[in-house]
């Protein structure tokens, strides 16, 4: 199946000059949804992986019904101030703007193996974040992993120590 042809491209969403991939009408197809699911699914069933993390907002989306379907834990990274319990923090800069996220002290035990998860990477700055945020409460990453790559952004070199994943890849940005 050729997932781009669900994603819908809106220009100048948030801002001009910006292409943004809209994941709500891939999601919003109940086939093309659980096929996408499925293809994360099947790729990191019996591998020993215990929790699959996500990230706000998108990344929860995929994440939670990929983990479901593996019967293994999600673990949400969220924006600054959304989480209840102790946190850990760190700073992340967007294609727009500058922010803070946060995961549960708790959440991941040291020496888990996890998969990290979003819908898109585009500068890799959050995922970057994100993956720091895991490392330091000693988990491990056994690869993470996206809907949509925007290739010429080189996000992944940001986040090159770890394996990655993209399945739908644009080579504009
Ligand atoms: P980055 O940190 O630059 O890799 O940005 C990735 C995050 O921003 C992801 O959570 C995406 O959902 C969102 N994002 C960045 N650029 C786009 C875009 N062109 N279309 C949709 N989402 C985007």
């Known amino acids: 199946m050729d997932y781009s042809d669900y994603i819908r491209t809106i220009p ?3 801002r001009k000059g910006i292409l943004f991939r809209d ?7 109940g086939e093309v949804f659980r096929s996408a699911v499925d293809l994360f699914v099947e790729r990191y069933r019996g591998k020993g ?9 998108r990344g929860f989306i995929f994440g939670s ?4 379907a593996l019967g293994i834990g999600f673990v949400p990274i969220r924006k600054k101030g959304k ?9 992340y800069e967007l294609e727009y703007g500058t922010d ?8 991941i035990s040291p020496g888990e193996r996890v998969v990290l998860f979003d819908d898109l990477i585009a500068t890799g700055g959050t995922l970057r974040a994100a993956m720091n945020l895991i490392e330091r409460l000693g988990g491990r990453i056994y690869e993470i992993s996206c809907l949509i790559e925007l290739t010429p952004l080189a996000g992944r070199e940001k986040i090159a120590n770890v394996p990655f994943f993209s399945v739908v890849k644009y080579d504009v940005d």
Not at 49 to 57: P, T
Not at 65 to 68: L, M, R, S, V
Not at 100 to 107: L, N, P, T
């Open 23 to 29: 994941i709500t009408t891939l999601v919003g197809n």
């Open 12 to 14: 100048d969403f948030p």
């Open 65 to 68: 019904a990929i983990a479901y």
């Open 100 to 107: 803070y996220m946060e995961i549960h002290k708790d959440a």
């Open 49 to 57: 992986i215990s929790k699959i993390v996500g990230i706000e907002a």
């Open 83 to 91: 989480l209840p319990a102790e946190t850990i923090e760190e700073s």
